[in-house]
C-alpha cells in the first residue's frame, strides 16, 4: 500500500454531520436487529403466507427492473436526446411519482387502471383483463414507482455520455439506432446498473401504491411490505421477523452486487 | 415540477411571494426543518383532527387551556368529533385534541408513551394489548357489527349476501388481524362460503373505499361505516351479523396529566346523551 | 467500398476519384445564426487551417460542416451536394478536439467501428482497422482502451478512425491541442504525409481548426481567420502572416495590428497598420517625438526571454499591444504591471495594407 494523500485533517464541520447521517440510518437498522424475536424465529416464519409474499415480492420487484429496462431506458434517451416542445414538463410529470405519497399513487393509478378508470375500463371491455387485485397490478403500481429513479439515473447518464459521442459516431456512417447500441448503451451502462438498483430497492419495498391499487390478497397481490403492515396491526414481532428477511434479502443482493456492478455509484460514474 | 408537498403553511404563504428558485429553497429548508423537528408529519396513515374545528395548533398554552388528548379508532371519527364538541362546551377552559387511526397503532402508541389521555379501540384484544399503558380497567362503550356495502349504482347488480359471495362478483373485506377480518373471518366460516375476498385490506376504511371508487361489487365494512358513507353505498344485511359483534373499549391512559378531565370524558361518553351520540353513528349499545 | 486501401479504388457511385478533384473541392456558403457566417472555396486535396479567437465561430462552423450543428445555406463536396443530406449521409470526417474516442472500445474497434457501422463484415473492417493503426503508429497498442492512451496516442487512433472511413472532408478540431511539444511536433509531422495522402488518393478536403500558427504554417495550404463569427482574412498561410488584418492573427505571428479609419472623423475600414513589437518605443511622458503613431496605456504584463523583455500594453482606446524593450531601459522606465506608460512607432516601421472591402 502506498501512502494515503495528505490534504489534511478531514473537518469536523463535515465529520460531525457525516456520523449523525450514519447513526440515523445505522441506529433504527440495529435496533430492528437487536429486537427481534430471535428465540421464535423459525416459528414466526414458518407459515405459508411468508414463503408467498417473499417469492411475489422477489418476483414482482425483478419483473419491474425489466419493465425499467425496457421502457425506461427509451425514454431516458428521449428526455435526453430529443428536444421538442413539451419535453421539459413530461420530464417534470415523469419524476412526480417521486414526491407523490404512495397512497396517492395507488388513487391515481385506480383512477388511470382501476374497473372503472380511465384506461381500465375500456380495457375491460375489450380484453375482459382488469388490474386491481392481480399481480400485474402490483407490477404496473410498483413501475410507476420505480420508473422516476430508473429514468434519471440513466437520463443523467447518457447525458454524461456526452453529445459528442453522438457526433462522432454519425460521422462515421452510424445510423441513431446503431450509435444508441454500440456506443451510448455501454457508456451509460454504469448508470443503467445504478437505476436498476435504485428501481429494484424502492419496488421492493413499495407498499402504498401497492395496497390502494392492486390490494392485498395472499399469493397474488400480498408483497412482503404488505405482509408486514397486516402483522403490525397484529403482533409487532412477526412485522420485525418478516422485516428482518426483507432486510436480509435486501442487504444479500446489495452486498452481492457491489464489487462487481456498484463500483460506479460509488465512484460518480464514469 | 410542482409538488404538492405537506408544508407548513408558512412555506405556503412564502410561495406567492417569491420566485421558484427561491421557493425550492425554502420547500428544501421546510421539510428538512420538519425532519429535525419531529417526525410526527411524516407518519402515515394517522390523522390528527382539531375537535373544534380551527387550525390552531394543538397545544396552545399561551391560552391557559388545558389540553386532552384522546388516541380513537378510526370507525369512531364522526362520534366522537360530536363528543368532543359537547364535552369542550361544557368545560370552555379545556380543548380537546383527537387522533384516530387503526386501534392497533394507537394501542403501541399507548404503550410506547404518547402524550395523551384516553384510549379508545374498536375491539378488546388491542386494548388488551395495551394493558401496561392503561390507568384503569377499561369499559365497553359501544358495539358495532358487519354489514355489506355495494357501490351506490351497484354494477354487479347484487341482491343479498349469498349473491355477492358465490357469484361472480368481486369483494373485498378486512384482514383477519385487523377487527373487522376477525368478524369477517367467523361469519364467512359460519356461512360456508367457499370464494375468497379479491382483497384484504388492512383497514375499514380501505374496504369502504373500494367500493365507493367503484374498485370493488361488494365489501364488508361496520354498520357505523356504512352510515357515514351515506348515499355512496347501499347496504344489505349481512346473515349472522348480530351474533358477531365488537366491543369499543375507552381506559384512561397511566401517562395522563389530567385523570380527572380524563374520567369525566368516558362519563360522557358512558352516558345516556353520549350513547345517543353513539346511537346516531349507528354503534349498537354495549354487549357482554 | 470504405476501405481505403482497396486498390480499386472507390466503387460506389459517390466517391470521387483523381480525375474530377479539380472540379471537385469543397464549395460552401453557410451560416449559423447567431454564430458564424462563412464562404469557403477550396480545391479538392486542400488542407485549410481556420484560425481566430475563442468564441469567433471556428467550432460552429466545423459543425456546420459536419452537420452536427443546425445551419442555413448550402455545401458541396466533392462533387456533391451535402446541404441536405444527415450526419451519416455526408461522408465527414470528424477528430473531435479530444480525440473523442469511445471509451468502452479497445483502440482497434474505434477504428473498425465506422466501416461496421456501414456494413463491412467484422473481419474486414478489424483488418482494416489494425491496417491504419499501423499507418499512424500506434498498431501495437491496438487492444488498448481509451483510458490507457497517452494524449498524443489517442489524437493518432482518433486520426485513424475518421481515415479508415475514406472521407471526402476531415475535419480536425485543435488536433494538436493539450499536447506536449514534442508529441505535437512528431504528430503534425506525420500528419502532413497522412494528409497529402488522403488528398492524392481521393481528393479529400482538409478543414483543421487551430490557435496555433506553426500548424497554418505546415500543414495548410490555405488559412482563413475568423473573428466575431465572419471571416476576416483567407490567403495562402505566409502571406496572411506577413500582412495580417487582424489582431488575433497579429498577436500569432508576433507582430502588432492595428486598425486606422481612412476617414479623419474616424469613420470608414481604411487601413491595417502592422508593426513588430521591436519598433516600439516606451516613454514615462507623451513623446516629444516625431512619431504620429502613439498611444497611452497601462503596463499589463511584463515577460523576460532572453536579452529581451516584452511588455503587454493595454491602450486607452481598448487595443493590446506589444513592445521589445532591452532590460537596461524596463529598468530605467520603472516598467511594471499596472504602471501608465506611452508608447510611439515611426511610421517608417509600419506595413500599411487597405483593408478588404
Known amino acids: 500500500m502506498t501512502a494515503p494523500v495528505r490534504l489534511g485533517r478531514p473537518p469536523v464541520v463535515l465529520l460531525v454531520p457525516a456520523v449523525l447521517a450514519s447513526a440515523l440510518v445505522v441506529v433504527p437498522l440495529v435496533a430492528l436487529v437487536a429486537s427481534a424475536p430471535w428465540s421464535t424465529m423459525g416459528e414466526r416464519l414458518a407459515s405459508s403466507a411468508v414463503a408467498q409474499a417473499l417469492a411475489l415480492s422477489i418476483g414482482t420487484s425483478l419483473v419491474t427492473v425489466v419493465a425499467c429496462l425496457l421502457l425506461g431506458t427509451p425514454l431516458a434517451w428521449v428526455l435526453a436526446r430529443v428536444q421538442a416542445p413539451g419535453l421539459a414538463v413530461l420530464r417534470a410529470l415523469v419524476t412526480v411519482p417521486l414526491v407523490l405519497p404512495p397512497v396517492v399513487a395507488g388513487v391515481a393509478l385506480a383512477s388511470a387502471f382501476g374497473r372503472t378508470g380511465l384506461v381500465g375500463e375500456p380495457l375491460r371491455e375489450l380484453t375482459g383483463i382488469t388490474l386491481p387485485y392481480t399481480t400485474a397490478g402490483v407490477v404496473v403500481a410498483h413501475v410507476f414507482c420505480s420508473l422516476p429513479f430508473y429514468v434519471l439515473s440513466v437520463e443523467a447518464a447518457l447525458r454524461a455520455a456526452g453529445e459528442q459521442h453522438d457526433a462522432v459516431a454519425a460521422t462515421l456512417g452510424a445510423s441513431r439506432w446503431y450509435a444508441f447500441r454500440r456506443v451510448l448503451l455501454p457508456l451509460a451502462l454504469p448508470g443503467i446498473v445504478a437505476g436498476s438498483v435504485l428501481a429494484w430497492a424502492r419496488s421492493l419495498g413499495e407498499f402504498g401504491a401497492t395496497i390502494t391499487f392492486a390490494g392485498n390478497f395472499p399469493g397474488t397481490t400480498q408483497t412482503m411490505p404488505s405482509l408486514i403492515y397486516v402483522a403490525l396491526q397484529a403482533d409487532a414481532d412477526d412485522a420485525k421477523a418478516l422485516a428482518l428477511v426483507l432486510l436480509a434479502v435486501s442487504v444479500a443482493v446489495l452486498a452481492g452486487l457491489r464489487h462487481r456492478w456498484l463500483d460506479p455509484l460509488r465512484g460518480g460514474g464514469r | ?288 | 467500398m470504405t476501405a481505403p486501401t482497396d486498390d480499386t479504388g472507390g466503387t460506389g457511385g459517390s466517391t470521387s476519384t483523381s480525375a474530377d478533384t479539380s472540379a471537385a473541392g469543397l464549395a460552401a456558403d453557410l451560416t449559423v445564426p447567431g454564430r458564424v457566417t462563412a464562404r469557403l472555396d477550396v480545391a479538392a486535396g486542400s488542407v485549410v487551417a481556420v484560425v481566430g479567437p475563442n468564441g469567433a465561430g471556428k467550432s460552429s462552423l466545423l459543425g456546420a460542416l459536419a452537420g452536427t450543428v443546425p445551419a442555413d445555406g448550402t455545401l458541396r463536396v466533392a462533387g456533391r451536394d451535402l446541404t441536405r443530406l444527415t450526419v451519416p449521409e455526408r461522408r465527414v470526417g470528424l477528430v473531435p478536439q479530444d480525440a473523442g474516442l469511445f471509451g468502452h472500445l479497445s483502440a482497434l474497434e474505434n477504428v473498425a467501428f465506422g466501416p461496421r457501422a456501414r456494413g463491412v463484415p467484422r473481419r474486414r473492417a478489424r483488418a482494416e482497422a489494425a491496417d491504419w493503426l499501423a499507418r499512424l503508429g500506434v498498431g501495437h497498442l491496438a487492444d488498448r482502451r481509451p483510458a490507457q492512451l497517452s494524449g498524443g496516442q489517442a489524437r493518432r487512433v482518433a486520426v485513424a478512425r475518421a481515415l479508415v472511413t475514406a472521407p471526402d472532408l476531415l475535419l480536425l478540431d485543435e488536433p494538436f491541442a493539450g499536447l506536449d511539444v514534442t508529441v505535437a511536433a512528431a504528430l503534425r509531422g506525420e500528419l502532413v504525409s497522412h494528409l497529402a495522402r488522403a488528398a492524392a488518393e481521393r481528393g479529400t478536403v482538409t478543414l483543421l481548426v487551430t490557435h496555433d500558427p506553426v500548424d497554418a504554417l505546415t500543414l495548410a495550404d490555405t488559412v482563413v481567420v475568423l473573428e466575431a463569427g465572419r471571416v476576416v482574412q483567407t490567403g495562402e498561410p505566409h502571406a496572411v502572416a506577413a500582412a495580417p488584418t487582424s489582431e488575433h492573427v497579429g498577436r500569432l505571428v508576433g507582430l502588432n495590428v492595428v486598425h486606422r479609419p481612412s476617414a479623419a472623423d474616424g469613420t470608414g475600414e481604411g487601413e491595417v497598420l502592422t508593426f513588430p513589437p521591436s519598433a516600439v518605443v516606451l516613454d514615462p511622458e507623451e513623446p516629444r517625438s516625431s512619431a504620429r503613431l502613439r498611444w497611452r496605456g497601462t503596463v499589463r504584463g511584463v515577460t523576460r526571454t532572453g536579452g529581451v523583455v516584452r511588455v503587454l500594453v493595454e491602450t486607452t482606446d481598448g487595443a493590446s499591444l506589444l513592445a521589445d524593450v532591452t532590460p537596461t531601459s524596463a529598468e530605467r522606465l520603472l516598467v511594471s504591471a499596472g504602471s501608465e506608460i506611452w508608447l510611439s512607432v515611426k511610421e517608417t516601421a509600419v506595413t500599411a495594407a487597405t483593408m478588404r472591402p
Not at chain 2, 385487523?178 to 375476498?197: D, F, N, R, Y
Not at chain 2, 365489501?219 to 351515506?230: E, L, N, P, S
Not at chain 2, 353513539?278 to 354487549?287: E, R
Open chain 2, 1 to 288: 415540477m410542482n409538488p404538492r408537498s405537506p408544508l407548513p403553511s408558512t412555506a405556503r404563504t412564502a410561495r406567492t411571494a417569491r420566485t421558484a428558485a427561491r421557493l425550492r429553497r425554502v420547500a428544501g429548508a421546510a421539510c428538512l426543518a420538519l425532519a429535525l423537528t419531529g417526525l410526527a408529519a411524516c407518519s402515515s396513515g394517522s390523522s390528527s383532527t382539531d375537535a373544534s374545528g380551527s387550525t390552531d395548533s394543538s397545544t396552545d398554552s399561551s391560552s391557559g387551556q388545558v389540553d386532552l388528548t384522546i388516541l380513537a379508532a378510526a370507525s369512531l371519527t364522526e362520534s366522537f368529533t360530536t363528543l368532543a364538541d359537547d364535552f369542550e362546551k361544557a368545560h370552555p377552559d379545556v380543548h380537546v385534541t383527537l387522533s384516530f387511526d387503526s386501534s392497533a397503532t394507537l394501542a403501541s402508541q399507548a404503550l410506547d408513551g404518547a402524550p395523551a389521555d384516553l384510549l379508545a379501540t374498536a375491539d378488546t384484544t388491542t386494548m388488551d394489548s395495551a394493558t401496561d399503558a392503561l390507568d384503569d380497567a377499561p369499559e365497553i362503550f359501544a358495539s358495532n357489527t358487519l354489514t355489506m356495502v355495494v357501490p351506490a349504482d351497484n354494477p354487479a347488480g347484487i341482491t343479498d349476501f349469498a349473491d355477492a359471495v358465490d357469484g361472480d362478483a368481486t369483494y373485498v373485506a378486512c384482514v383477519e388481524t385487523a377487527p373487522c377480518g376477525s368478524l369477517w373471518a367467523a361469519i364467512s366460516k359460519e356461512e360456508g362460503v367457499t370464494s375468497q375476498p379479491a382483497s384484504l385490506e388492512v383497514d375499514v376504511k380501505s374496504v369502504l373505499q373500494k367500493v365507493t371508487s367503484d374498485e370493488a361489487d361488494a365489501g364488508f365494512v361496520y354498520v357505523t361505516d356504512a352510515a357515514a358513507a351515506g348515499d355512496a353505498v347501499q347496504t344489505f344485511t349481512v346473515p349472522g351479523a348480530e351474533d358477531h359483534v365488537t366491543s369499543y373499549p375507552i381506559a384512561p391512559l397511566t401517562q395522563s396529566e389530567h385523570p380527572t378531565l380524563a374520567r369525566k370524558f368516558i362519563e360522557l361518553v358512558m352516558s345516556a346523551e353520549g350513547q345517543k351520540v353513539l346511537a346516531d353513528a349507528g354503534f349498537s349499545a354495549p354487549q357482554g
